[in-house]
């Protein structure tokens, strides 16, 4: 984000030039290449995005510009089914690699998330009326009380509610989260839910994270400059 000094706010994404791929002839991976897009928004904002800090603006900058520069389903730029790994490549310019969970371990997550990586997962589709995909979903983290308490010594936590689930316990379908820690010696994944202002846990064990999500994505949100 450039301040111009002016009240309005110049922010560059990277849009994907060529995707990577393997030479013919060398047989050495070609990196994929990304082409900046830069976007000027006004610094007086009324965006759904805002940090803890109520002095920040950088959060809703960000979703102003992002909204003006990629559009979306009525005004939302992440409405769109299964950007959320684009939206990453857009704001790193680094690309995002998509793992099916159930052949990731916890140790390979943990590292991703201790080489800071932002990970998310995205939770499988059900029966609902309205929505364009309607994909069963039985696995029982979707039904109330279904996700498995996680019982450390001497006193579990509670399991997050609130009223952004559908129900305490549940996770939402076709909805996505991001990973806010890993604990590898209780086996379990501590999620959040980008809707809750409260930001609490949502803590899974890793063999129901194995299976109660469709797909992670791993993105490296270090400095591109500092990129090894």
Known sequence: IKDNGD???????????????????????????????????????????????????????????YAEAYGGQGGDPFAKRDNLGEAMERLTGMPSTNIDPTRLSIDQLDKYMSDHYAVTVRAFD?????????????????????????????????????????????????????????????????????????REDIKIPFDQFQTAFESVKVNPIYARDAAP
């Open 7 to 65: 009240g309005t706010y110049t922010v560059t994404f990277y849009d994907l030039k060529s995707v990577a791929f393997v030479h013919p002839l060398t047989g050495q991976m070609v990196p994929a290449e990304y082409t900046p897009r830069t976007v000027t928004v006004q610094g007086e904002l009324h965006a759904a995005a805002r940090s803890d800090d109520g002095e920040e603006k950088w959060p809703g900058i960000i979703e102003k510009a």
């Open 126 to 198: 059900k029966p609902v009326t309205g929505l364009p995909h309607e994909v069963p979903t039985t696995h029982p983290a979707y039904s109330p009380g279904g996700l498995t308490p996680f019982n450390p010594d001497p006193a579990p936590p509670p399991l997050v509610g609130g009223p952004h689930y559908t129900s305490n316990e549940q996770l939402r379908p076709w909805h996505e989260y991001y990973v806010h820690k890993v604990d590898r010696e209780a086996g379990v994944v501590v999620l959040n839910n980008v809707w809750d202002n409260g």
